[in-house]
């Protein structure tokens, strides 16, 4: 059913150690792991894209020993359960060995065309990372997961995948907003799919234990693996690493543009939560941006500092890197020898930012004075509370001789603001229509364009809550017509208009809607 080949495993030391209880592991990268298994395990939800690139279709995941590797029960030949050690910064301090707490790695899969995907199921149970929690998941985070997954993939925006949503026919006990008021919520697991589950801190936490020798094998071994394009230049081992880093700091700052132009605010962007290969990974308190506020964090635990807010994110990546070169800096003879990724990254970043908003704007290409206009807006659209995923899609339709307000007057959250901010939004539109008429593109072609890049469907926090809701009472109907829009985000998709909506007045304040915590 899959074929497995297991190099992380097979080339990386493990914990000599065996059983899942917690404690810390020194000398090694891995665990060998149990699953707990569940009650009674049901297949939720499946991505058929995913199962796909996996060789795998419809009649093999209704499979009774798929579903029992899917939830934990049972491992299918060749599959391997561990769980990988690593470190991070979480809100700017060290907090040392972490690990997959709840994460427990399948193996590595290999498809007919010879691409490799880890597989992970997350709720699975206790690890020895797992620091006194029960290694489980609810439904509520998983199907969020599951979903954004899969919503950002369509999106054109590098991430993680997920397999499937299998619930466990079990509950657990969650503090949704560690607020003291525990409650007991249906159980699910969640099966990932990446090229790599490979982390910052992976590297972190060998660094800081001075595991120098362990160190240097994880990054040769991630360079032979993930990497290979790499692996195969004729270069000595100090230059393959610096070109290995900016790499890294390249992928991260491409994925950083993709967020921002969707509008999307990972929530809790820890070194932890950092991938090495530049994909979205671990998706908790997620959202996308609804009125337009630089300053929003979908994050409870981050409301206070807002580290992690929308427009932070380019910065805190930043950061992110370096702490990634910190770590890796005793394996070079100079201090300050990756700096030049670094630099790379911000040139990186700087242009897919610019290219990002030229495509959403509807311009040809990117100008010195394409700054200030875009900076006008985002005040404008801060100020008049304006939704930044209805604005720029409504933007396309715009008549640029004869620039109308009320083209985009649907994205307003409300009425008195869009009337007191209506004259300067028209001033705004008349050197906008005027800057496209610079480049002189036929209307039929910027609207195509326009709408390539600015989705009409995203996963909005009010929609999954809402899904949620219906499946913690046993009907997936919405979860499943939510994965079907979500497959076409860009597509008009007549008669799908309440999924394409802006946020509702209730869901503003609303648990799950707006706010959300990291068991979220």
């Not at 060789?55 to 798929?66: F, G, I, R, V």
């Not at 990446?194 to 094998?217: K, N, V, Y």
């Not at 994909?279 to 941006?289: A, C, H, M, Q, S």
Request: with cysteine; proline share 6%.
């Amino acid at each position: 059913m899959l074929t497995f080949d297991n190099r992380f495993v097979r080339e990386l030391p493990g914990d000599t150690e065996h059983g899942n209880a917690p404690r810390q592991v020194f000398g090694a990268c891995w665990s060998p792991v149990t699953p707990t298994p569940v009650a009674a395990p049901t297949l939720l939800a499946h991505s058929r894209e995913v199962a796909a690139a996996l060789d795998l279709d419809d009649e093999a995941m209704a499979t009774p020993q798929l579903l029992a590797a899917l939830a934990g029960n049972a491992l299918l030949p060749g599959m391997v359960a561990y769980a990988t050690c690593y470190g991070g910064h979480q809100f700017g301090q060290w907090a040392g060995q972490l690990g997959d707490g709840r994460a427990i790695m399948l193996g590595e899969a290999i498809n007919r065309h010879g691409l490799r995907f880890e597989l992970q199921l997350k709720g699975a149970g206790p690890t020895p990372y797992a620091r006194r929690a029960d290694g489980r998941a609810v439904l509520r985070s998983s199907l969020r997961e599951f979903l954004c997954s899969e919503a950002m993939h369509h999106l054109g925006v590098p991430t993680t995948r997920a397999l499937s949503l299998v619930g466990t026919g079990e509950t657990v006990v969650r503090d949704m907003f560690y607020d003291g008021h525990p409650v007991a919520e249906p159980g699910a697991v969640v099966c990932r799919v990446a090229p790599s589950f490979t982390r910052f801190g992976h590297f972190e936490l060998l660094a800081a234990r001075g595991e120098r020798e362990l160190l240097q094998r994880l990054v040769d071994f991630t360079i032979a693996r993930d990497f290979p394009e790499l692996a195969a230049l004729a270069l000595a081992p100090e230059q393959r690493l610096r070109a290995w880093f900016t790499e890294v700091c390249e992928r991260t700052a491409r994925l950083l543009a993709h967020w921002l132009r969707v509008g999307f605010v990972h929530g809790v962007m820890n070194t932890d939560n950092m991938s090495i290969v530049g994909l979205t990974i671990d998706y908790g308190p997620y959202g996308w941006v609804d009125n337009f506020d630089p300053g929003w964090t979908p994050n409870t635990t981050d409301a206070s500092s807002r580290r992690y807010c929308f427009a932070r994110q380019p910065a805190i990546a930043r950061w992110n890197l370096e702490r990634l070169a910190s770590a890796l800096a005793p394996l070079l003879p100079t201090p300050g020898d990756l700096a030049a990724g670094i630099e790379r990254y911000d040139v990186v970043y700087s242009g897919e930012f610019c290219a990002a908003f030229a495509g959403k704007l509807g311009f040809l290409g990117w100008t010195h004075d394409d700054g200030e206009l875009l900076d006008d807006l985002f005040e404008l659209m801060r100020l008049a509370e304006i939704d930044m995923t209805s604005f720029f899609r409504q933007l396309a339709q715009l008549d640029i001789d004869r620039p109308d307000p009320d083209v985009v007057h649907h994205a307003f959250y409300r009425a008195e603001l869009r009337d007191r901010f209506s004259p300067d939004l028209s001033r705004w539109l008349a050197r906008y229509g005027a800057r496209l008429r610079q480049d002189g593109q036929p209307a039929a072609q910027r609207v195509a364009a326009m709408n390539q890049v600015n989705p009409r469907f995203v996963l909005r926090n009010y929609l999954a809550q809402e899904a949620i809701d219906r499946a913690e009472q046993g009907d997936t109907g919405m979860l499943h017509e939510l994965l079907d829009v979500l497959r076409h985000p860009y597509d008009e998709q007549p008669g799908r208009d309440a999924f394409s909506a802006k946020r509702p007045d209730w869901a503003r304040h609303k648990a799950g809607c707006s706010m959300l915590s990291c068991s979220s």
